[in-house]
């Protein structure tokens, strides 16, 4: 079968290198905007296929490919973002971002052209933590587009205008309205060290059903929130406060057996992934404030864990 990427006739596109590079890019820029794998993965085969669709003429033409796959890539991202509202309304239960395994290559993202504005930059590792990604579920499609292509990605504004189709003062007010809704849910992170000590005393806690272990470590007005798809059973509502959170984990594990707590990074964060024989049941992401936990996220939803069966991930 000839693909995209392997013209019929055997010879090489003389792009192709270039093009095929841009992949890891469109793919972390669809991750953070849609917050889905899934859903990037999905973008990013638009994306090339709307460059393969057309005339070798058009495509030579183009002055920058990279900047035309990124353009096309943030206008389907938008459209998605536009019509994911009305489904997260018919979603069963809590929604949370897809959780990634690990630090894979395609995540280091893209520094753009010029110098970069150091005022309100967030780096591409923070911009994959659950906390993050939960906040931009917050936003605006435009907000969102604005905010990751600029603060993140360090597109200029006259660049995001083109894709949000907004002038660049409009989008300039975007970001600068994002920046604002994530300084205000944003609290001072445990150092990563103590972030990952924190988590592991959790998951031996909750091996052994230890709920004032578990309070412990908890914030007294912590918050749980788990997401099932309505696929797999999961809490329908956050669960809030600390021996609330902390009974409920302990009840989880009651009368089952041969499940595994294993530590393993969860979006560039230290977490923890419950399996058994069969597969991975949930990835937990956390969020560590002082030395205790204050959020908690677990995805229980088979559709979102693809990326998590083969149990090594980490």
């Keep these: ?5 392997e013209p019929g006739d055997g010879s090489l596109d003389p792009g192709l290198t270039a093009i095929v590079s841009e992949r890891r890019q469109l793919t972390g820029l669809a991750y953070r905007l849609l917050g889905s794998l899934a859903d990037a993965e999905d973008v990013v085969q638009e994306t090339y296929a709307r460059w393969y669709a057309l005339s070798p003429g058009q495509r030579e033409a183009v002055a920058s490919p990279g900047g035309w796959l990124t353009r096309v890539a943030g206008r389907v991202c938008l459209d998605l973002l536009r019509s994911a509202r009305a489904r997260r309304e018919s ?129 007294p007005e912590a918050t749980a929130v788990g997401d099932g798809g309505g696929l797999v059973d999961a809490q329908p509502r956050p669960v809030r406060g600390g021996e609330r959170i902390a009974r409920f984990f302990a009840g989880v ?14 979006n560039g964060r230290p977490g923890l992934v419950a399996r058994e024989a069969d ?13 205790r936990i204050s959020r908690i996220w677990g995805v229980r939803n088979p559709e979102k864990l693809r990326a998590w069966r083969a149990g090594t991930s980490g």
């Design 1 to 5: 079968m000839t693909s995209h990427f």
């Design 91 to 219: 979603y069963v239960g809590e929604w949370i971002p897809e959780p990634l395994p690990g630090r894979g290559e395609w995540i280091t993202g893209w520094s753009g052209g010029g110098a970069p504005d150091p005022a309100d930059r967030v780096t591409l590792d923070e911009s994959l933590t659950m906390a993050f990604l939960v906040v931009l579920e917050s936003m605006t499609p435009a907000e969102r587009v604005a905010f990751v292509l600029h603060d993140v990605f360090r597109y200029p504004f006259a660049d995001v205008a083109a894709i949000v189709g907004r002038t660049p003062a409009a989008c300039r007010q975007l970001a600068s309205s994002a920046r604002r809704r994530m300084r205000a849910a944003r609290t001072p992170e445990a150092p990563s060290a103590r972030h990952a000590d924190v988590v592991r005393a959790f998951g031996r806690a909750w091996e052994a059903r230890d709920i004032d272990a578990l309070v412990a470590l908890l914030d």
């Design 253 to 266: 594990l009651d009368g089952t057996s041969g499940v595994t707590i294993l530590e393993r990074t969860v």
């Design 279 to 291: 597969g991975t049941l949930t990835v937990i992401a956390f969020e560590v404030t002082g030395d």
